[in-house]
């Protein structure tokens, strides 16, 4: 195991291995996210407000368990933690590698799920019950492998500290390689096939967790001071107190731990934002393959080129954004993309069929806007647990939090957005001028409502708010 990582700095070497596992983590999120409505829709002649229902229903059930594993991936980095020992090089090389373990496992099953997703054997496809049966059970093993997946990451990169500039070179690693992996996933179903997709998929996770294991490491928790909050009132040990009574508070501690990020105003604030923008994203992600393929009525072969151009932009941003986080600051420069991306989602609406290039172009400007969203919330969400002491304890807690609301995001776009447009005459296909003006309306107003609305809170409910 390498020493723990100091904090002035993050080389490339650092940075890449513990970031590459974010390829694989992104390989998955587009397909399941982007590519599966459609897929099922015309692949099995699924009606919308059946699919909708369906995914609205297994989100939401994958979405309530997230806060859960958060606390489990909290546990895992506590295991064995007792008093000073626990800071012993011994003690912490133990716990990184009971994390690492646990996140192969989950690394398995990710890609176990994800094959049974997309491959359903031919006497399931055939039978509209059992199809819905097999993409819920297979969607679900899928999605849980990926939250637990996705938390231990985020969690461990929370662990490695650092100021603001720090905390947004780490997480711009880990998203960079997300967007290395969406762009060749948008690009391997067409080229090469959903087989060989799988398969890429299976190497790619078996490489982002050998990167992972040898990468830098979280600082010792016990290392650090502990926080005047509801959380360390809750462990404190009095005098005189018997081991029994203390055994008890602290299992009270943990049990409390679950709600702790609640109790703290600036993560309520900054959810707030980020829930709001994040369906504001999820509703265009969920529709825009109907909208190419129908609005634009673009030939199937533009579709990698529109997705490679809107993922391969976001990853280019990073190191300009980056650049004026050192300017402006977190917050400022994500309401900078936010603002692009109105922008973008506003031409957007005069588009019409056989407008590739414009389309090319809406891809590009909102893949530069997207770069903001991937990199600088869940480093602001990294300040606010600095900000309160909860580093080293409580990272678990607030990245499956965060995990819930962005599948929860997900989840409404898709359970709501799909089965409204079919009420409102869209079906996969359609050329009617009134339905395709629905998908416009979908597609490119709502999220430009939505953006301004979260820009607003944005602005208000944080940067007015930070000295």
């Given at each position: ?8 700095g ?7 291995r ?5 390829l ?15 897929y ?29 594993l958060g ?6 980095h506590g295991?064995?933690?007792?008093g ?13 590698a ?29 039978e509209?019950?059992r199809?819905?049966m097999?993409?819920c059970a ?10 637990a997946?996705?938390?231990?990451h ?9 100021d ?18 969406v ?6 179903p ?9 398969a ?15 990468g830098p490491?979280?600082?010792a ?17 009095q ?7 203390r ?7 943990v ?7 609640w ?32 609005r ?5 072969s533009?579709?990698p ?23 402006i ?43 903001t ?10 300040g ?20 819930f609301?962005s599948?929860l ?5 898709a359970?709501l ?20 003006n ?7 107003v ?14 208000f ?5 930070t000295?």
């Open positions: 195991m390498n020493p723990v990582l100091t904090r002035s993050l080389s490339w070497q650092q940075g890449w513990y970031g590459l596992m974010g694989p983590l992104a390989f998955v999120a587009l397909p399941l996210y982007v590519l599966l409505p459609n099922y829709a015309r692949n099995f002649a699924v009606p919308l407000a059946s699919l909708g229902a369906a995914l609205l229903a297994v989100r939401l059930f994958d979405t309530l368990i997230d806060p859960l606390r489990w991936a909290d546990r895992l295991h064995g933690q007792t000073a020992a626990a800071s012993h090089g011994t003690a912490l090389a133990g716990r990184h009971l994390v690492l373990r646990w996140a192969g496992l989950a690394a398995v099953a990710l890609c176990v799920g994800f094959a049974l997703l997309f491959l359903p054997p031919v006497a399931v496809a055939g509209p019950i199809l819905m097999w993409l297979s969607l679900l093993l899928t999605t849980i492998a990926f939250s997946l996705s938390i231990l985020q969690a461990w990169g929370a662990r490695l500290g650092g603001a500039v720090y905390r947004s070179r780490v997480v711009a690693w880990r998203e960079g390689f997300g967007l290395a992996g762009v060749v996933a948008s690009i391997s067409v080229a090469l096939g959903i087989q060989a997709t799988i890429l998929l299976f190497v790619a996770s078996w490489i982002g967790w050998q990167a992972w294991r040898s490491m979280p600082q928790g016990s290392d650090l001071p502990m926080p005047a909050t509801a959380l360390s009132s809750a462990t404190a040990q005098p005189g107190a018997a081991p029994a009574d055994a008890a508070t602290s299992t009270q501690a049990s409390g731990a679950l709600w702790l990020p109790q703290r105003a600036d993560f309520r604030r900054l959810m707030a934002v980020f829930m709001l923008n994040g369906i504001a994203s999820a509703v265009p992600a969920t529709l825009m393959l109907f909208f190419v393929q129908d634009l009525r673009a030939p199937a533009t579709e080129l529109f997705l490679g151009s809107y993922f391969l932009c976001a990853a280019l941003s990073l190191a300009v954004w980056l650049k004026l986080v050192a300017r600051g977190l917050a400022r420069t994500w309401l900078a993309g936010m603002l692009l991306s109105v922008a973008v989602f506003a031409f957007a609406t005069g588009l019409g069929a056989g407008d590739v290039a414009g389309f090319v172009v809406v891809c590009a400007l909102s893949g530069l806007a997207l770069g969203d991937l990199a600088l919330p869940a480093a602001l969400l990294t606010v647990i600095q900000t309160h002491g909860d580093q080293q304890r409580s990272e678990g807690a607030y990245f499956g939090w965060w995990a609301a599948k995001n997900l989840a409404l776009a359970g957005a799909l089965p409204l447009l079919g009420l409102l005459g869209y079906a996969p296909g359609s050329t009617d001028a009134a339905a395709l629905t998908l416009t309306l979908a597609y490119c709502l999220p430009c409502v939505l953006k301004s609305a979260a820009a607003l809170l944005l602005y409910l944080i940067i007015r708010k000295p």
